[in-house]
């Protein structure tokens, strides 16, 4: 089977980090479904012993 271009960069990521930490990147797709059609909601985040540092889009969503 063959890797998925996520899985690839990933892999690559994460030769570039310190293998003694506890780093992971994490991506999904969340389908939307609606009347007018379908997409996909990314999300993607990093963790850092299991505690989310980075998270988009959470992260960039204005709350006015």
């Known amino acids: 089977m063959k890797s ?5 960069l990933q892999s690559r990521l ?3 980090i310190d ?3 506890n780093f992971q990147i994490h991506c999904i797709v969340y389908p939307m479904h609606s009347e007018r059609g379908s997409t996909g909601l990314p999300r993607y985040w990093i963790t850092l012993d299991k505690n ?3 998270d988009y889009p959470k992260q960039f969503i204005d709350k006015n």
């Open 19 to 21: 293998e003694n930490l």
């Open 14 to 16: 994460y030769n570039l």
């Open 52 to 54: 989310i540092i980075w």
């Open 4 to 8: 998925k271009p996520w899985s690839k």
